[in-house]
């Protein structure tokens, strides 16, 4: 056993950097140059910038929206939300007593915002990475009343804006981009520019 | 739940049988080390890597030379990793300017993505550099990956092979697959990924000031290179503490689909590969139709609790299923297929928080593992896994009917089910037991972050996952704690090498036995029969061990939460 302990020594710290050199750095750093060549913005991020060129976010990460004048995000358990470095759901349980007391007061502002109906869930539920970037489609249109008193525009109008930044997808269901979403607002306020 | 869901759920499952044969065509391919298109290429690499390591890929090596081989290699594997993560504060690749990791955390973090677990007891972004990610984690994501498909070889030889002493040469096992299936696979798939909004970059961070004026700051890196072998290699560390929830790993409904068809395309190859190993694909099929019945009933259970949502929410005027922990673009379908693919199988990625599926979506999650992640399984892991359960079938059978114990031509004799209930006895053992004593112990009950039968869970969860090499978890557990970095540490590597020991025991002792040829005596092992019985099996062996505990926790937690009885 002793010289089949040696001989396999080796062949295994031969392989391990062998396998290193390939796998952990030919590999990733050969796929890095290939992306970066063949897909810059996707590779990068997908950012986005505004009139004046400043990158105001990544088209495919959530961003916190606090103004009634926007749309707004999911409740975010990512930092203190929607952080970019601390990705990460509340791991709440069901029927957790902290669950009801994060839920509750959403659901009462909500209320106090005017919408009557049942709330749709995603609007007072924590994501799984706290950055996601949608809304499902009913909890947008129940915050469009709120939008359009904000900017003082009609509500047909935020309403259609919605519809029209509906995505769906073969393998996956209605959702709107919110900063797409908002966007699309500000640049329907005759492009005066928002901030 | 809706036609949408299901449509999903059925072209998820119609697809993968279409690909199980082309797969498990080109898996035999390397099981009996044949040459391939690619060989053109990476055959100069092949040749080059068995010459400087001394390695001569024809000599063949009986089952405790390959064991020995194996154990080494991952032993070696580990202490680099070790190395890697515990000076990262020294090493380049750092633009953060992270420090090295602790003992106890580098310690966990080797072993986990060496037994193919991918625990994180960390976050992704906060914690790992990029070249950490590539160099210390990345490597094991291909290798274990590849181990475990040398192993699921090495023991279908055994059944394969008559009157021999071998069971096949480790190093050539492991260079084949990683150089002609997941290294040309995973480069497809990355430019994939990367062309559909997964980042592929050596910055760190990103800054944007978002529109309403605020400074976000995004962590990237190298995502969709690790995230590929990540999926393809049933590993399931993310690069980002949310993992495939995070919108850089997994950006649209698509990436989704095709992630979870990564996870488990190598293994339904596996099954028709083992078919055509020992002479009848009818044998592998039978095998995969076990394990895709096991399967559809996860599915079912888990989609229907998280589209009839949170009765706790509903009571305050939320309407829908469980959103908590789910993200929109994937919706309720996706996100539950997602847990139970990955559950299934031993990936552990996740594209939804567990921790906060209604308790018996979140159950079945823990039960698949529970019944060794034999449902698909791991790449490698789960076939070999599940053949194990096929020899306890087989001799039930022959205690129930009085024939002679044999499976695809081969006597199942004393030796081999001893060894076998020894593999599968690791699990109820480690689990119930680490379990026990993390929920007496002051350490361990410092552990989970909710209250009540749902913290019951999160422990539960946590030494289910590690001891089935998993890697998901009920993520409010804090497990970046000496208690728990240490004893999943042991949790893993016990649920990987005392189970692949046995087994590798197993196969070299059916390996040196003759061919026994179907007779009237033998129980067919093709028809539906013996699919019943198969997953008869898997369930009662899983109920009996772990119900007790999943009345403790899930259970427990359903009746509280029908009740709106809050902890």
Same mark, same amino acid.
């Given at each position: #056993? ?10 295994a ?21 290939i ?12 950012l ?46 069901p ?36 950055l ?9 249109l ?47 306020a ?6 | ?15 993968l ?60 594997? #580990? ?14 690749g ?68 008559a ?27 990355t430019l994939?990924?990367i ?47 949310a ?16 992630? #979870? ?91 939804? #928080? ?7 979506g ?24 599940f ?22 031509g ?21 689990i ?44 409010g ?91």
């Open positions: #056993m002793g010289k089949d302990f040696t001989s396999a020594l080796r062949p710290i031969v392989m391990t950097i062998l396998f290193a050199a390939l796998l952990g750095l030919a590999y990733p750093l050969a796929m890095t140059g992306g970066q060549a063949l897909f810059p913005h996707q590779a990068n991020g997908s986005i910038a505004d009139a004046q060129g400043r990158v105001i976010g990544s088209e495919i990460v959530g961003q916190a929206f606090a103004a009634d004048r926007y749309f707004q995000t999911r409740p975010s358990a990512a930092g203190k939300g929607y952080d970019g470095l601390a990705s990460s759901g509340s791991n709440l349980g029927a957790a007593q902290a669950l009801v007391d994060r839920v509750k007061p959403d659901v009462d502002r909500r209320r106090h915002e005017g919408i009557a109906g049942p709330i749709p869930a995603d609007l007072v539920t924590a994501s799984g990475s706290g996601d970037p949608d809304l499902s489609p009913a909890a947008a129940a915050q469009a009343p709120r939008v359009a008193r904000a900017r003082g525009i009609a509500w047909e109008r935020v309403r259609a804006l919605v519809a029209e930044q509906t995505e769906d997808s073969l393998f996956g269901v209605p959702h709107v981009n919110v900063l797409a979403l908002n966007r699309a607002l500000d640049s329907l005759s492009g005066s520019p928002s901030r | 739940m809706t036609l949408q869901g299901w449509f999903l759920i059925l072209a998820f499952i119609g697809l049988l279409a690909l199980t044969k082309p797969v498990g065509l080109w898996l035999h391919a390397l099981y009996e080390g044949r040459r391939t298109p690619l060989h053109r290429v990476l055959g100069p690499v092949e040749r080059g890597f068995y010459r400087l390591s001394g390695i001569d890929p024809a000599a063949e090596q009986g089952w405790r030379r390959y064991a020995l081989h194996m154990l080494l290699f991952n032993v070696v594997l #580990m202490a680099f990793t070790y190395a890697v993560l515990r000076l990262q504060g020294v090493l380049p750092n633009p953060q300017r992270l420090a090295g990791l602790s003992p106890h955390l580098a310690f966990n973090t080797a072993i986990s993505f060496a037994t193919n677990t991918n625990w994180q007891s960390y976050g992704g972004e906060s914690t790992m550099s990029n070249l950490s990610q590539m160099l210390g984690l990345a490597i094991h994501n291909f290798l274990s990956a590849a181990t475990g498909i040398a192993l699921a070889f090495a023991l279908f030889r055994g059944f394969a092979r009157e021999a002493k071998t069971v096949g040469n480790f190093w050539a096992d492991v260079t084949r697959v990683t150089l002609y299936l997941l290294l040309p696979l995973c480069i497809v798939y994939f990924l062309a559909s909004g997964v980042p592929q970059t050596l910055a760190a961070t990103i800054e944007v000031d978002t529109l309403e004026g605020i400074r976000q700051v995004l962590a990237t890196g190298p995502v969709a290179s690790q995230e590929a072998i990540k999926m393809l290699g049933t590993n399931g560390g993310g690069f980002f503490n993992n495939s929830a995070h919108p850089f790993e997994n950006p649209t409904a698509l990436t989704n689909f095709v992630q #979870m068809l990564s996870i488990f395309v190598v293994g339904f190859g596996l099954t028709w590969c083992f078919g055509r190993a020992v002479g009848n694909t009818r044998q592998g099929w039978a095998i995969l139709s076990a394990m895709v019945i096991l399967f559809l009933a996860g599915v079912t259970v888990t989609y229907w609790q998280e589209a009839a949502g949170n009765p706790v929410l509903h009571h305050l005027g939320v309407a829908g299923g469980n959103m908590e922990g789910k993200e929109v673009r994937f919706g309720i379908a996706a996100s539950s297929l997602f847990a139970v693919v990955t559950t299934a199988a031993s990936c552990g990625a996740v594209n939804a #928080m567990h921790d906060s599926f209604t308790a018996l979140g159950m079945i999650p823990l039960f698949n593992m529970q019944l060794g992640e034999v449902v698909i399984g791991g790449v490698g892991a789960g076939i070999y896994g053949l194990l359960f096929a020899i306890l079938a087989v001799f039930v059978a022959g205690l129930m009917v009085g024939r002679t114990p044999e499976y695809v081969k006597k199942i004799e004393a030796r081999e089910v001893k060894l076998a209930v020894l593999a599968i006895a690791v699990l109820p053992l480690m119930l037991g680490l379990t026990a004593l993390s929920s007496v112990a002051a350490q361990g009950l410092a552990g989970p972050l909710n209250k009540g039968p749902h913290g019951f869970s999160e422990i539960l969860y946590a030494f289910t996952s590690a001891v089935g090499n998993n890697g998901s978890a009920f993520a557990l804090t497990a970046s704690t000496p208690w728990y970095d240490g004893l999943l540490g042991v949790a893993m590597w016990a649920g990987r090498f005392f189970v692949i020991v046995p087994m590798l025991a197993i196969a070299g002792s059916l390996a040196a036995k003759k061919h026994t040829p179907e007779s009237a005596g033998s129980f067919p092992t093709t028809g539906g029969l013996w699919v019943g019985l198969l997953v008869g099996i898997i369930l009662i062996l899983g109920g009996l061990t772990f119900l007790p505990s999943l009345a403790l926790g899930p259970i427990a937690d359903h009746l509280a939460m029908i009740r709106g009885q809050l902890s």
